[in-house]
T-cell receptor
Framework: GENVEQHPSTLSVQEGDSAVIKCTYS??????FPWYKQELGKRPQLIID?????GEKKDQRIAVTLNKTAKHFSLHITETQPEDSAVYFC??????????????FGKGTTLSVSS | DGGITQSPKYLFRKEGQNVTLSCEQN?????MYWYRQDPGQGLRLIYY???????QKGDIAEGYSVSREKKESFPLTVTSAQKNPTAFYLC????????????????FGAGSRLTVL
């Protein structure tokens, strides 16, 4: 089945620095790669996603890149702010027994932004 | 509250008891999912359902059961066969039309925290 590896598990940066989180996946059939942010005590929220026909996508301070050949994708946050502190999860779509797809998540990265 | 409601928010269970977690959505989504979240483990898929009266096992289905009798509802039962049930459980739903805008984008409920005493 699909296996999604996420690194690093924790990341500490100074306010204004950039943060990069990387994920790899194993199933070449995966074609959808979202990133979710989970603040303490809250539900995960989608922050950006990319589909396999696109190599890069940007939304203000957040960008995602995808390399399908290498089976890896990354989240880039520029000009980090204290409110970016949260747990970030990457995910990859995975077809299950030809009965639709479901998202397989990485183990998460705890990002801490200090001011 | 976001279109998907989970209850109860907190639940305590004695060993050997079955418990059922409720998940209801009013988003008209076809697909619904149950994930389990443990510290440092990410979100692991328990069960998912693409349509009414059909559901599929995820990676950690052992000790759990589900039903999908209505499009809006996808309850999860944690049975006594689940050896380590203490965890945070998240329900989610999504549009299931391949290629449709928003397809596969998950909307999560607020979660249910189960503690076995």
């Amino acid at each position: 089945g699909e296996n999604v590896e996420q690194h690093p598990s924790t990341l500490s940066v100074q306010e204004g620095d950039s943060a990069v989180i990387k994920c790899t996946y194993s199933d070449s059939a995966s074609n959808y790669f979202p990133w979710y942010k989970q603040e303490l005590g809250k539900r995960p929220q989608l922050i950006i996603d990319i589909r396999s026909n696109v190599g890069e996508k940007k939304d203000q301070r957040i960008a995602v890149t995808l390399n399908k050949t290498a089976k890896h994708f990354s989240l880039h946050i520029t000009e980090t702010q204290p409110e970016d502190s949260a747990v970030y999860f990457c995910a990859a779509s995975h077809p299950y027994n030809q009965a639709g797809t479901a998202l397989i998540f990485g183990k998460g990265t705890t990002l801490s932004v200090s001011s | 509250d976001g279109g998907i409601t989970q209850s109860p928010k907190y639940l305590f269970r004695k060993e050997g008891q079955n418990v059922t977690l409720s998940c209801e959505q009013n988003l008209n989504h076809d697909a619904m999912y149950w994930y389990r979240q443990d510290p440092g483990q990410g979100l692991r898929l328990i069960y998912y359902s693409q349509i009414v009266n059909d559901f599929q096992k995820g990676d950690i289905a052992e000790g759990y059961s589900v039903s999908r009798e209505k499009k809006e509802s996808f309850p999860l039962t944690v049975t006594s066969a689940q050896k380590n049930p203490t965890a945070f459980y998240l329900c989610a739903s999504s549009i299931d039309e391949t290629g449709a805008p928003g397809a596969n984008v998950l909307t999560f409920g607020a979660g249910s925290r189960l503690t076995v005493l």
